[in-house]
């Protein structure tokens, strides 16, 4: 079973698609769990609507996004957990594939996405260049993770926080004996509005700061100059 996570704040405006496909999923083996910054507009109603799914609300003032997250991880009752946006969708066979997946109990499983209007599967290629890419599609709607990675990997981070995802997809991928299954199905769409979408350089630099960690220092400075004057309009 697979406990399904969802930061929001005043997310009316979008979360209507993602509750009608958490509703038309075809394997109802899931918990969905909402972590709300006390949303002042009619989120929690949108999402108390749905008739056929087990859900729980934790509606409290939180530091952003991956404190949510990780609020949503301890409060998940079951072996895995997949986080989606509250303006993403997933297709109405997500749960059914990633169940179908689990048997041999990998330590995190990534599908196939929408990423804007573009399918997105694992890059593979170099890990400097493609970061975490070259191991997962994305770290939300595409990809499940087994909870007790984070007994020995930690939590995600609070000093990054744009690329917490990063960073702790980079810590599963270089630890000896990691089981990253891939599969070829495209389970759902990502949205391209958030925060690491609009600010290129914050993003670029949490990512420099992650890379030091897992790359040859005077290679990620190299990359990060040349993706600065690449993507100057940008910034």
């Not at 969905?32 to 609507?49: P, Q, Y």
């Not at 041999?104 to 260049?129: C, E, N, Q, W």
């Not at 070259?134 to 770290?139: L, N, P, R, T």
Request: charged letters at 20%; one cysteine or more.
């Amino acid at each position: 079973m697979i406990s399904i996570i969802t930061a929001t704040y005043n997310s009316e405006r979008s979360i209507k698609r993602l509750v009608n496909s958490i509703n038309s999923q075809t394997n109802k083996s899931f918990e969905w769990i909402i972590v709300d910054n006390k949303s002042s507009d009619s989120t929690l109603d949108i999402v108390k609507g749905l008739t056929n799914v087990q859900y729980k609300i934790i509606s409290e003032s939180d530091f952003g996004i991956y404190d949510a997250i990780n609020k949503g991880i301890k409060a998940s009752r079951y072996n895995y957990y997949l986080v989606v946006g509250s303006d993403d969708e997933l297709f109405i066979n997500a749960v059914e594939k990633f169940s179908a997946s689990i048997s041999d109990h990998p330590d995190a499983v990534t599908a196939k996405l929408y990423f804007g209007k573009k399918i997105m599967g694992v890059r593979g290629g170099s890990s400097l260049i493609n970061k975490q890419f070259k191991y997962f599609s994305a770290h939300s709607v595409s990809t499940i993770f087994k909870k007790e990675l984070h007994n020995s990997l930690g939590y995600y981070s609070s000093s990054f926080p744009i690329a917490a995802d990063q960073l702790f997809m980079l810590k599963i991928a270089n630890t000896p004996g990691a089981n990253i299954k891939v599969i070829d199905d495209v389970v759902g769409r990502f949205n391209l509005g958030g925060v690491s979408s609009s600010d290129y350089l914050g993003t670029l630099t949490e990512s420099l700061r992650i890379q030091l960690k897992f790359e040859k220092k005077y290679l990620c400075l190299l990359l990060y100059i040349f993706k600065l004057i690449k993507n100057i309009k940008k910034i």
